[in-house]
């Protein structure tokens, strides 16, 4: 549209701190047990996309959901746990979250990957493998 006005890009001290990465979530302590488990996971799901800087934001937010959706599954199997057995509600609700957990997953296309554990040649020569 012409009369619409063009979208700038903001100077990075106007964004929220959540943007910038300065806090995980607004009004929250980042130091809670719940935070920090949710703070590791998105790291190392980031990691297996390549790192912070090769995935988008629509997959960073995606790896925010999966891990939220983590640590409160970790939390009912916690509970599970401790109180000797699951009743139907939490175990519906469980089997609820894991489905669409598991859909996150495959959107942002989390697969396993073998590691190649092959020694490379300089180390063969290196180390006398030969």
Known sequence: MADSPLITAQKPSHRSRVTNGSVLLQNVDG????????????????SDLGG???VSVAQQ??????ATLTVELERME???????????KFLD??????GNLRR?????????????????????IEGRLT
């Open 93 to 98: 609700l469980y089997s609820r979250t894991s």
């Open 104 to 124: 996150l997953l495959e959107a942002i296309g989390l697969t396993r990957r073998a590691r190649d554990v092959t020694p490379a040649l300089s180390t063969c």
């Open 31 to 46: 130091r809670s047990g719940w935070a920090r488990r949710m703070r590791d996971l998105m790291a190392l799901h980031l």
């Open 52 to 54: 912070e800087g090769a």
């Open 78 to 88: 916690e509970r599970f746990a401790t109180e000797g057995e699951a009743d139907t």
């Open 61 to 66: 937010s995606i790896v925010r959901r999966i």
